[in-house]
């Protein structure tokens, strides 16, 4: 399976934000160690699972499956994916539940828009190796997308 061209300017957006935030998560977690608390262990994690590991892996899978997005709906995607993370742990630290609903939105909006772009490109391509990154890439989006709800259902539980 080769690199197809483009996918570079595809991935490097995310895979950069993405390695940000599994460092920000790590230095969080390492800042707080001697003092641990419930919402610093949950940012930490957060920044690493959803802000870091799995904006890389939508990140890689678009650009496998979808090496021709445009720079727009590229652009859309990384405001909506971090504007969401953003809105999300800000409103979850501060105690702001319609924070964290607009962050659950935004977080369901990037979720399509990757969806749509890797629906558009891959499926009559996918065959072998390929067919099996897609099942995976799939995953992927189905347990974000199925952890979104079960998360603004915690936020409001933990408030």
Avoid: E, K
């Avoid at 934000?17 to 599994?22: D, E, L, N, P, R």
């Avoid at 230095?27 to 419930?38: D, E, N």
Wanted: glycine share 12%.
């Amino acid at each position: 399976m080769g690199v197809p061209a483009g996918s570079t300017r595809v991935v490097l957006p995310f895979a950069l934000i993405g390695t940000a935030c599994v460092v920000a998560g790590g230095l969080l977690a390492a800042v707080t160690a001697s003092a641990p608390s419930q919402q610093a262990s949950w940012a930490s994690a957060y920044l690493v699972l959803v802000g870091g590991v799995a904006q890389i892996g939508l990140g890689a899978g678009q650009a496998i499956f979808a090496p021709r997005t445009s720079a727009r709906f590229l652009t859309a995607q990384v405001i909506g994916w971090n504007g969401g993370n953003a809105a999300v742990l800000l409103g979850t630290l501060l105690g702001v539940l319609p924070l964290v609903d607009v962050g659950g939105v935004l977080l369901v909006v990037a979720l399509a828009l990757f969806v749509h772009r890797v629906r558009a490109d891959a499926v009559p391509r996918a065959a072998g190796l390929n067919r099996w990154l897609l099942r995976g890439y799939r995953l992927l989006v189905l347990i974000v997308l199925v952890s979104i709800p079960i998360g603004l259902v915690l936020a409001r539980l933990r408030s």
